[in-house]
């Protein structure tokens, strides 16, 4: 009775595992899309008055000598280039953050982004279906958990992706041992073992879902 039960859950779960794994990186890219999801963009800022500048007058000189360098706007926008990590442009303005430091309504103007990041930061561009998912797979863990996102459920996507794709694997085996062993006298526990298996299988999908 075990085993025709786990076979039934098995498939199931199998169907379930495939329809899932699709399921959720689009659910994943529909929220890229609509905002809940995105990424922040490398930048490097730009001076507002370089080094030149500061002696092209008394005035300049001055002006740059009595800034508070302490102050992580002030020395993003004229100590020199640093690299950080922009998002949420509006109206010429973005946050920046920089080490552990985030900086509220940032001129865009101060910001030079690499190739056509400033096309995606701007929203004038936006990744198609394939580029996100490709996106996503191609980032290490240790970006997955940078700035570089929004969102730790980013990561924990990858890792469903991942961890769905093995278990479709798992299924799959489980389902033919099954079939093997369907006229097969064995022990009960093991056929409770292949239940509690599949049963589990089934349960991992479906929390997923729900999360995602």
Not at 101 to 114: A, G, Y
Not at 121 to 150: A, C, R
Request: proline fraction near 1%; charged fraction near 25%.
């Amino acid at each position: 009775m075990w085993k025709k039960i786990a076979f039934i859950i098995i498939i199931t779960s199998v169907v379930f595992s495939v329809t899932d794994y699709f399921f959720t990186m689009r659910q994943s890219y529909n929220k890229y899309l609509e905002g809940e999801y995105f990424f922040r963009y490398e930048a490097t800022t730009v001076p507002a008055m370089d080094k030149d500048a500061w002696l092209d007058s008394v005035e300049n000189f001055e002006k740059v000598s009595a800034l508070d360098f302490t102050d992580t706007r002030t020395m993003l926008l004229y100590g020199g280039e640093f690299e950080v990590y922009a998002c949420h442009p509006h109206d010429r303005i973005c946050t920046v953050i920089y080490g552990t430091k985030t900086i509220d309504d940032f001129p865009v103007s101060n910001l030079r982004f690499k190739g056509d990041d400033a096309a995606y930061f701007n929203g004038e561009k936006k990744l198609t279906y394939e580029e996100y998912i490709d996106y996503v797979k191609s980032l290490s863990d240790d970006q997955l958990h940078s700035d570089m996102v929004n969102t730790s459920k980013v990561a924990s996507f990858k890792e469903v992706l991942e961890f769905s794709f093995i278990l479709i694997g798992v299924e799959s085996i489980v389902g033919i041992a099954l079939f093997l062993l369907h006229r097969a006298e064995q022990d009960v526990l093991f056929d409770i073992i292949l239940f509690v298996g599949a049963l589990g299988c089934i349960l991992f999908e479906i929390i997923t879902a729900v999360i995602f």
